[in-house]
């Protein structure tokens, strides 16, 4: 199956700060992905649609200015997570349909973001 | 509103004893019904994609089917390996968006 990778895997921040996840697509282009929250026993909650060359769509009650998404290129896409809190601490998942293989999308290892 | 149904929440097989989870859905204009598998800690990883009613895909032990308002993922003769979470999502229109259901835990034991 295709390969999307995550950087980095885990990350433990302050209140307060800002984090930088990314997301990249390894051996197709995808010019949509997806950011996904998932909570311990949870299934996934989608928070946003990345756009190549163009502005992130939201989910309903997603805050855009805090979550912050940059579909730099056909392989990359970063959310930023601005003022981190307690209550931002997550699993993150990225995803990318793979247009030549019928859409088929494919899921990062997620990212592990722990606010203290 | 698409909704998607996972069943049953929690499933625990003896080795070798085969079953079968449920995924019901209702969506206007599915494009396409996904099965992913998602270990703890880990992204899920594709499984399977059903496109329309009738149709069925397999690898190795997994079995998956299609009809008009649900898909099963049949598991013959589960190792402790098949242990996991499985989610089923529904993608509609050309959007790529998929919804996912709350998945199935399934445990087999040794």
């Known amino acids: 199956g295709a390969v999307v990778s995550q950087h980095p895997s885990w990350v433990i921040c302050k209140s307060g700060t800002s984090v930088k996840i990314e997301c990249r697509s390894l051996d197709f282009q995808a010019t949509t992905m997806f950011w996904y929250r998932q909570f311990p026993k949870q299934s996934l909650m989608l928070m946003a649609t990345s756009n190549e060359g163009s502005k992130a769509t939201y989910e309903q009650g997603v805050e855009k200015d805090k979550f912050l998404i940059n579909h730099a290129s056909l392989t990359l896409s970063t959310l930023t997570v601005t003022s981190a809190h307690p209550e931002d601490s997550s699993f993150y998942i990225c995803?990318?349909?793979?247009?030549?293989?019928?859409?088929?999308?494919?899921f990062g290892p997620g990212t592990r973001l722990t606010v203290t | 509103e698409d909704q998607v149904t996972q069943s049953p929440e929690a499933l625990r097989l003896q080795e070798g004893e085969s079953s079968s989870l449920n995924c019901s859905y209702t969506?206007?204009?599915?494009?396409?019904l996904f099965w992913y598998r998602q270990d703890p800690g880990k992204g899920p990883e594709f499984l399977f994609t059903?496109?329309?009613a009738g149709e069925e895909k397999e690898k190795e032990r997994l079995k998956a089917t299609l009809t008009k308002k649900e898909s099963f993922l049949h598991i013959t003769a589960p190792k402790p390996e098949d242990s996991a979470t499985y989610l089923c999502a529904v993608q509609r229109g050309s959007n790529y968006k998929l919804t996912f259901g709350k998945g199935t835990l399934l445990t087999v034991n040794p």
């Open positions: 059903l496109y329309s």
């Open positions: 995803s990318a349909p793979a247009l030549t293989r019928g859409g088929e999308q494919y």
């Open positions: 969506v206007s204009g599915l494009r396409g």
